[in-house]
């Protein structure tokens, strides 16, 4: 079930439920961003909660609701999953989408990293393309200082036109920011700075079949959701998308008129020399293109080769030449450290523990425990115990340990971008590489 009007904890929500507040005025703001941004701080701290906060991309693979309040107005806070995109390639990200896209929350907090606002501001304009009430909480602004990059908050607020909150969300700097942008955001009237014309114009091509479509679509959804980033998305004929309309928009699903319509319009196409594949990709490249545009003169950098280390790091690790080869040996290295060094504290663990049964029956014994009692949990419950400590603690507390260096130092992400094109051609994404290094090391343990 969804959140209790009574609860104060954080609950685990499924999408298909309804989303109950905790008083009839209290607004659901949805906190989305990319990975590793912070955005479970600030949900941390928003709300007084401690949900488990990581690096790991798609750690948080449930929504999460809590509760707080600025003194006038209250809010259910819910934790999205990270995701890059709402293009979803990913289970979080469909996750994200879902929710942001179809389930009308009240608004939405964007958080995005200010040490690489670019990147971020991909997922800020998809975001705004299919809500209406949008924040946009510039976090890390601390880190953004270290590095010497000067963000000008005004001129990006000036540009997007939706309320920007800058934070610190660690050492709770800015939180203010964040209730005084969702009062600016959700006062009907009072934000005048909305420009007039999409942020996001797509080619031509593509304008005119929103246009066609957008009557269509607009009479079937019913105001659930917002016509023209549907149109947009139904161009581009993304079956995981068409999955969510015909589960929370079944008339557009099932609209012959929609139908026909989008099959003229790809045939047109054709007759021009537009494939499919050429719409996705001008579509996406509108948006990096956009976030290119409205990061310039916004952030500065005092340093301008402050990433020149990273850039170099990058041609190392994800070249075509050398790319794979470095990471099957860091991947191999990892593995091998893992089940070599094991083998040590697991024979430590499996002495001790399978020593002391002896002890535990002659004790069992000595005070009368009947035999069946002393072998169901001595031999059976103590030594399966025992058996699984032994053998599986060790690798986890090395494996573990070597995966979240390597994430540190930021070689992960460079896997699962090297692995992409891989993992596409099976209906996955790179970030499942990682998943599959786990799951081979836990095939090794059950073979050996």
């Known amino acids: 079930m969804g959140l209790s009007r009574d609860s104060m904890g954080i609950k685990s929500v499924d999408f298909g439920l309804e989303i109950r507040k905790r008083k009839e005025d209290d607004k659901v703001i949805a906190l989305a961003g990319n990975p590793n941004v912070g955005k479970s701080t600030v949900f941390n701290q928003l709300t007084g909660m401690h949900q488990h906060t990581g690096n790991w991309p798609g750690k948080t693979v449930a929504n999460a609701q809590g509760w707080c309040s600025d003194g006038s107005q209250g809010y259910v806070m819910v934790d ?23 389930e009308n929350p009240d608004g939405v907090v964007v958080v995005c990293d200010a040490t690489c606002l670019e990147r971020n501001l991909n997922l800020v304009l998809q975001i705004m393309e299919a809500a209406s009430k949008v924040v946009v909480c510039v976090n890390l602004m601390d880190e953004a200082k270290k590095k010497k990059i000067h963000i000008n908050l005004d001129l990006l607020k000036q540009r997007l036109g939706v309320p920007i909150a800058g934070t610190a969300a660690r ?23 909305i420009p007039d014309t999409p942020l996001i114009l797509y080619p031509d091509y593509v304008e005119e079949a929103i246009t066609r479509l957008s009557p269509l679509v607009e009479e079937m959804g019913n105001g659930k959701v917002n016509t023209r980033w ?25 609209s012959e008129e929609i139908k026909v319509a989008l099959e003229e319009i790809y045939s047109q196409w054709q007759s021009e020399g537009i ?25 500065t950098y005092e340093n301008q080769t402050y990433n020149q280390k990273d850039r170099r790091l990058d041609r190392l690790f994800t070249s075509k030449l050398t790319g794979f080869p470095i990471m ?74 070597l995966f979240t260096l390597l994430e540190d130092f930021g070689y992960l992400p460079r896997v699962a971008f090297n692995l992409d094109r891989c993992f596409k051609r099976c209906s996955a994404c790179g970030k499942q590489a990682l998943t599959m290094c786990m799951e081979f090391l836990n095939l090794q343990f059950r073979l050996a």
Not at 275 to 299: H, I, P, S
Request: aromatic share 10%.
């Open 80 to 102: 999205i999953p990270g995701c890059y995109s709402l293009m979803a390639h990913s289970t979080e990200e469909e996750v994200a989408r879902d929710f942001i896209c179809f």
């Open 171 to 193: 050492s709770k700097k800015g939180l203010d920011q964040i209730y005084s942008s969702l009062r600016l955001c959700l006062d009907e009237g009072e934000n005048e700075e």
């Open 230 to 254: 549907l149109c947009a998305r139904l161009l581009e004929d993304n079956e995981n998308l068409m999955e969510a309309v015909r589960k929370y928009l079944k008339p557009v699903a099932e």
């Open 275 to 299: 494939t499919l594949e050429k719409a996705r990709d001008d579509m996406a490249a509108v948006f990096v293109k956009q976030a290119e545009y409205l990061c310039k003169g916004v952030a």
């Open 328 to 401: 099957f040996l860091i991947l191999l290295g990892v593995f091998w450290l893992t089940i070599t060094g094991a083998n040590y504290p697991s024979g430590i663990l499996s002495s001790a523990l399978f020593g002391l049964e002896g002890t535990l029956s002659k004790m069992a014994d000595s005070v009368g425990v009947p035999t069946l009692i002393s072998d169901l949990l001595i031999r059976g419950v103590y030594r399966v115990l025992a058996w699984v400590v032994s053998v599986m603690l060790p690798p986890m507390a090395i494996f573990f340990p």
